[in-house]
């Protein structure tokens, strides 16, 4: 919860009572005072990108619990994509998950990167598997994309097929009970924040909202926070982290980039945002579908991002 300027991180009104005198004379804050400013005003929930640190989802757990996440977002397990998971080994997951008392946060599905000329069939039948995952994974949010187009095409040659796509992933999504996070990505029709905003407002559902990535607005020439916050706040439901070097693309740990990252999480601070925020690293390989950090570099990006929240206040758990 934010705060007003009149009240501690507690909610307790301010007294004025002078503070107790140490006998050299100089004042020490009251112990009480002490204890409420160290406790976050807002807390947000830490999940990743498992698949960033290893193949073997017993690892990505016990790495994700050691730096304090209590989530996970699942993109692959055992090297297979999770809408190409079979049931008993989605049934293996969630138990694994379910043993180390976590959940998962949302499904990273490859829905939408896809060529925007396929059937319209083609991605529904890749959202019906991923709406599966994420009901026997228990999982709210199911990530998507906006669509590739072919070389020579513009965006605006697009837009009609990628809304008519984009619609009827929503309605699907509407009938199962799942929301679908939209992530903005190079190259695809919702690479910008204007596109991003099209896609959203123009579908009008409330089972599609957004799932903000810095580093990938700084990868297509964006300053994400001055550029994107207003115009996509109304809509932003899930926090994906990672930032990038403008000059290079380079994937680097939050806040060493050009991404707006101090900028952007001060904001979501303030506007209370309290959902969750998921680790995507790509320290190593940052790949077209994928990427990798390893348990080093996942550990290396969990403590940037912590460094950060708790410089504003803010609370992982």
């Known amino acids: 919860m934010a705060t007003n300027g009149k009240r501690l991180q507690s909610g307790c009104r301010r007294h004025t009572v002078a503070a107790p005198r140490r006998p050299n004379g100089a004042a020490r804050p009251p112990r009480w005072r002490a204890q409420l400013s160290d406790r976050p005003a807002t807390t947000w929930r830490l999940t990743g990108f498992g698949d960033e640190i290893d193949p073997d989802p017993a690892v990505q757990l016990a790495v994700l619990q050691a730096v304090g996440a209590e989530c996970i977002e699942v993109r692959s397990a055992w ?35 896809a060529a925007v000329e396929l059937p319209v069939e083609h991605e529904l039948e890749r959202l019906g598997r991923a709406i599966a995952a994420a009901h026997r994974l228990d999982a709210p949010y199911i990530r998507v994309f906006s669509f590739y187009r072919a070389e020579g095409r513009t965006p605006a040659d697009v837009r009609d097929d990628v809304l008519q796509r984009m619609s009827a992933l929503a309605r699907l999504a509407e009938r199962q009970g799942v929301t679908l996070v939209h992530e903005n990505e190079k190259d695809i029709y919702g690479d910008v924040p204007e596109r991003v905003r099209d896609v959203v407002e123009s579908v009008g559902s409330e089972r599609l909202r957004v799932a903000w990535d810095n580093a990938n607005f700084v990868q297509v020439g964006v300053r994400p926070y001055t550029d994107g916050y207003a115009l996509l706040r109304p809509h932003l439901a899930y926090l994906q982290v990672k930032d990038a070097v403008a000059a290079t693309g380079e994937v680097v740990p939050a ?18 945002y309290e959902g969750f925020a998921s680790l995507e690293p790509h320290l190593v390989v940052a790949g077209h ?18 460094a950060l929240t708790e410089r504003i206040g803010v609370g992982l758990t």
Not at 255 to 272: F, I, P, Q, S
Not at 290 to 298: D, I, N, T, V
């Open 289 to 306: 579908s994928s990427g990798f950090s390893g348990p080093a570099g996942f550990g290396r990006a969990a403590r940037a991002f912590r």
């Open 255 to 272: 806040g060493d980039g050009d991404g707006e990252l101090l900028e952007t999480v001060t904001a979501l601070r303030d506007d209370g």
């Open 79 to 113: 090297g297979v994509n999770i809408v190409d998971l079979a049931p008993e080994r989605l049934d293996e997951l969630a138990g694994l998950v379910a043993g180390r008392g976590m959940s998962v946060s949302a499904i990273a599905s490859p829905v939408g990167k």
